[in-house]
Nanobody, 125 residues
Framework: HVQLVESGGGSVQAGGSLRLSCAAS????????LGWVRQAPGKEREGVAA???????SYVDSVKGRFTISQDKAKNALHLQMNSLEVEDTGMYFC????????????????????WGQGTQVTVS
């Protein structure tokens, strides 16, 4: 298992940017498929972006062109650059690790991830 700790959340006005980070320990993050999962107020968790072991990435349609997921292998970390933020992006953002499939789209399913961080809050107003 891998331990995950998120940081970088905060409050920002619509149109602004935030960069989330996820520090991994206990295992090599690049051995997993890594995802950012969001839980908006009153809604279920949903995958918003994923980074697979071969470097491939996927994004949910609502964030395409605005969010960029990346991995820093040297620091065993995962990042999510969020630009042009919208009110609808508000929520708790979790870093997660597991073995879902980007090809089959199961990366969007929270239950496909085994390890989770505590989350970092993003509020867009």
């Amino acid at each position: 298992h891998v331990q995950l700790v998120e940081s970088g959340g905060g409050s920002v006005q619509a149109g602004g940017s935030l960069r989330l980070s996820c520090a991994a320990s206990g295992a090599t993050a690049s051995s997993y498929c890594l995802g950012w999962v969001r839980q908006a107020p009153g809604k279920e968790r949903e995958g918003v972006a994923a980074f697979d072991r071969d470097g491939s990435t996927s994004y949910v349609d609502s964030v395409k062109g605005r969010f960029t997921i990346s991995q820093d292998k040297a620091k065993n970390a995962l990042h999510l650059q969020m630009n042009s933020l919208e009110v609808e992006d508000t929520g708790m953002y979790f870093c997660a690790a597991g073995n879902p499939s980007l090809y089959h789209g199961s990366w969007k399913v929270p239950a496909e991830y085994d390890d989770w961080g505590q989350g970092t809050q993003v509020t867009v107003s």
